[in-house]
């Protein structure tokens, strides 16, 4: 922009500001008073315990001593490529999986695994292309594809569900052996682009009744569940970025259902987006010395036709410690002090009603962020060693000879920038 042009803007978002102001002395106030309200019956999320938001300091969090599970701690991420296109159509994608192990003193030999997962969209082609293991005793390798669907709407994000939740679902099964510790996922505790697409028993329900993988995955992350649970090892999801709207969409109906109005009559009004965007003020605070937290919630009553539905009931059968409600996910918010990010912390509900209890669970995953004010130490080690540089995905991209790469615009534009690796 030139400067002309630049003075034009800031006068009209100087305007918008001037009416901000006047309008949200209070945001956090109103934000907090709309908190309360998830306490009332109606809607489709309920309070495990009491509802609060809470501060600790974060000095005391880390040097928590009652912690029953001390280190070290795990961490599993699973980075790709990002889906590469190429002219005749066919769309490649790969991930990358590493499980990152956090404390002073503790054993990183399971760091040297690693496991690869690339997938492929063909169209209407029928390629067989032969899923082989590697020779590699420490890295594992296979090819998987997407098929060609009258309801596929958007191939390429679901290649990069396919193939990162297969990696990462794939290498902590395999690592579970040196894991006795708390576990923590980068990203949702189940893998929820790929829930809506397990049948039913009748084979129905699903957007791709006869596609294997997504059940094979969900059946992966269960035995995950199951494995940790019996050895009394939590296991978290971490979303470090999050679109999701449980909380608010739950809000607005237990306004409607409980009939609650401002004082001049009117419905009370939700103004929030995401549940990021309303926790983000409910927690906000001025302190950058506390860790501010909410309790754990449950959705009671998953959302079906949503993406991010629990589709666990087709499972019900391959569940060794309840029914689907049990493994449902429960979640708490941890608001940053610095940055003001907003984490959901994910566990299934049976770690709160059985394992350890709710506030054990709930300090350790807050003591592992306080450590660092960021995502988990464990967590951030695998990232780092599981990342696909810019380098490397041009590597791979032009591995194939017998396709022409089409060419990213924004590849070219931006560079290593537009390569970064994609949060779920």
Request: glycine residues 6%.
């Amino acid at each position: 922009m030139d400067e002309r042009t630049l003075s034009v803007v800031n006068d009209l978002v100087g305007r918008v500001d001037e009416e901000l102001t006047r309008d949200t002395d209070d945001q956090t106030a109103n934000a907090r008073e709309l908190f309360e309200l998830l306490s009332l019956d109606g809607g489709s999320v309920e309070p495990f315990e009491s509802v609060e938001y809470l501060k600790t300091p974060t000095a005391e969090l880390g040097t928590w001593e009652d912690d029953p599970w001390g280190d070290p701690t795990y961490g599993v991420d699973a980075s790709t490529t990002r889906p590469m296109e190429y002219d005749n159509g066919l769309i490649v994608d790969v991930a990358h999986a590493k499980l990152g192990v956090n404390g002073a003193s503790a054993d990183r030999s399971v760091e040297r695994r690693g496991t690869v997962v690339t997938g492929l969209y063909s169209g209407s082609r029928n390629l067989t292309v032969p899923s082989t293991e590697t020779n590699d005793t420490d890295i594992i390798g296979e090819v998987i594809q997407v098929p060609d669907s009258r309801v596929q709407r958007n191939v390429t994000s679901t290649l990069t569900s396919a193939v990162q939740r297969r990696a990462e679902a794939r290498h902590a099964k395999r690592c579970l052996d040196a894991v006795d510790g708390p576990l923590f996922l980068d990203g949702s505790v189940y893998p929820l682009g790929l829930l809506p697409r397990i049948p039913d028993s009748d084979g129905d329900g699903s957007l791709d009744p006869e596609w294997e993988l997504p059940t094979e995955v969900v059946r992966t992350y269960v035995d995950i569940v199951d494995d940790c649970f019996e050895r009394d090892v939590p296991v978290y999801g971490v979303v470090k970025t999050s679109e999701i709207d449980t909380l608010i969409e739950a809000l607005r109906r237990k306004i409607e259902r409980n009939e609650v109005r401002t004082d001049d009559g009117r419905r009370r009004r939700v103004p929030y987006r995401t549940d990021a965007q309303f926790i983000a003020s409910v927690l906000r605070n001025d302190s950058l010395e506390h860790l501010a937290y909410t309790t754990w919630f449950v959705e009671t009553t998953p959302n079906y036709p949503s993406d991010r539905s629990e589709r666990l009931d087709p499972l019900a059968a391959h569940l060794d410690h309840g029914t689907p409600a049990d493994y449902r996910r429960a979640f708490c918010h941890i608001r940053l002090p610095e940055t003001g990010n907003v984490f959901r912390i994910e566990t299934p509900l049976l770690f709160l009603e059985r394992g350890a209890g709710p506030e054990a669970l709930r300090l350790k995953a807050l003591r592992e962020i306080a450590r660092r004010c960021d995502v988990p130490g464990a967590v951030a080690r695998a990232d780092r060693i599981a990342r696909i540089s810019p380098k490397n995905r041009n590597h791979i991209r032009n591995r194939l000879e017998k396709a022409e790469p089409s060419y990213d615009y924004n590849d070219g534009r931006w560079g290593y920038l537009h390569n970064r690796k994609e949060g779920e």
